[in-house]
């Protein structure tokens, strides 16, 4: 069982926009601003595309923001376009300890 | 441009330990960053392993912690992952990457490889 809860899949045609959500406790998610997630295609290694929350990396299109309240993360995509199908998956920072911890990814559809 | 690259055997007996190293190009170890390992079985989600820091701190999954070893060779610009006492529910994709530890975010990936846990 993973720390951070996904919901296991989600659809949205093209154009539409789509949120994946990442609850975790207050251990995590939220008790740190240390929220990223991540696009991973069938056989393919991740790929980092929001960092601290809301931070996009260089090339990461501006269709994809990100953000938290409480103790729930969320992922949103917007202008659903039929190469963002994949799996989404979410980590975020849980202290000294625990360090870090993914969720059990989302399938996103595009329909 | 950061690469990673990971290598080692795609199959290891129960009971044994599990060997990989990364192979990291375009940017020196030694300059910093924690350097990671995330495994996925088939099918199934991301889990963080542990990493390192080029100075020698490593923090390490609580619940692998007893059997992960995770270290730096800077000269060779590769750090490893040693997991002792494997069963198969070891069998997983290991990737290496880059971990971004201000951040907490793994910036850079390898392209990973499957390990099967059989005898």
């Known amino acids: ?80 376009q039929a190469e963002d199908e994949a799996d989404y998956y979410c980590c975020s920072y849980a202290g000294y300890y625990t360090f870090e911890v993914f969720g059990g990814g989302t399938k996103l559809t595009v329909l | 441009q950061v690469q990673l690259q990971e290598s080692g055997p795609g199959l290891v007996k129960p009971s044994e330990t599990l060997s990989l190293t990364c192979g990291v190009s375009g940017f020196s170890i030694s300059s910093g960053f924690y350097w990671g390992w995330i495994r996925q079985p088939p099918g199934k989600g991301l889990e963080w392993i542990g990493s390192m820091y080029h100075g020698g701190t490593t923090y390490y999954n609580p619940s692998l912690k007893s059997r992960v070893t995770i270290s730096i060779d800077t000269s060779k610009n590769q750090f490893s992952l040693k997991l002792s006492s494997v069963t198969a529910a070891d069998t997983a994709v290991y990737y290496c990457a880059r971990h971004w530890g201000a951040s907490h975010a793994f910036e850079y990936w390898g392209q990973g490889t499957l390990v099967t846990v059989s005898s």
């Open chain 1, 1 to 80: 069982q993973s720390a951070l809860t996904q919901s296991r899949s989600v659809s949205g045609s093209p154009g539409q926009s789509v949120t994946i959500s990442c609850t975790g406790t207050s251990s995590d998610v939220g008790g740190y601003n240390y929220v990223s997630w991540y696009q991973q295609h069938p056989g393919k290694a991740p790929k980092l595309m929001i960092y601290e929350v809301s931070k996009r990396p260089s090339g990461v299109p501006d269709r994809f923001s990100g953000s938290k309240s409480g103790n729930m993360a969320s992922l949103t995509i917007s202008g659903l």
